[in-house]
């Protein structure tokens, strides 16, 4: 089975940084994705950002040019690193992914706000003071 271990969560200020981790186990295909959800309180689940293994990255607007998703294929670790950040972008930080076929249904998830059937992780918390 697919397992997905989120960390790296913490309370940061206004305009500073934070790197969140997803590690990843028990794919059965070479091709697979992962990628971030974020869930504010009182809001739906969002979007944030997606990484397959050929190296392409996917990130919705709110978070495009502050957050960078990247990975460390040899340990299946996927890291999104999270500048300039603001308090909008405090939430419940949940990392997801999917193989095969699934990489494309995550990739519209992520992007369109589509419902994501695959395989979730445990949230972090991010909150940002202002």
């Known amino acids: 089975d697919v397992q997905l271990q989120a960390s790296g969560g913490g309370l940061v200020q206004a305009g500073g940084s934070l790197r969140l981790s997803c590690a990843a186990s028990?794919?059965?295909?070479?091709?697979?994705?992962i990628g971030w959800f974020r869930q504010a309180p009182g809001k739906e689940r969002e979007g944030v950002a997606c990484?397959?293994?050929?190296?392409?990255?996917y990130y919705t607007r709110p978070v495009r040019g502050r957050f960078t998703i990247s990975s460390d294929n040899a340990k299946n670790i996927v890291y999104l690193q999270m500048n300039s950040l603001k308090p909008e972008d405090t939430a419940v930080y949940y990392c997801?992914?999917?193989?095969?076929?699934?990489?494309?249904?995550?990739?519209?998830?992520?992007?369109?706000?589509?419902?994501?059937?695959?395989?979730w992780g445990r949230g972090t918390q991010v909150t940002v003071s202002s």
């Open positions: 997801a992914a999917d193989y095969g076929l699934g990489v494309n249904d995550l990739i519209n998830s992520i992007l369109e706000g589509s419902i994501h059937s695959g395989y």
């Open positions: 028990g794919f059965p295909s070479d091709r697979y994705a």
């Open positions: 990484i397959t293994t050929d190296g392409s990255e």
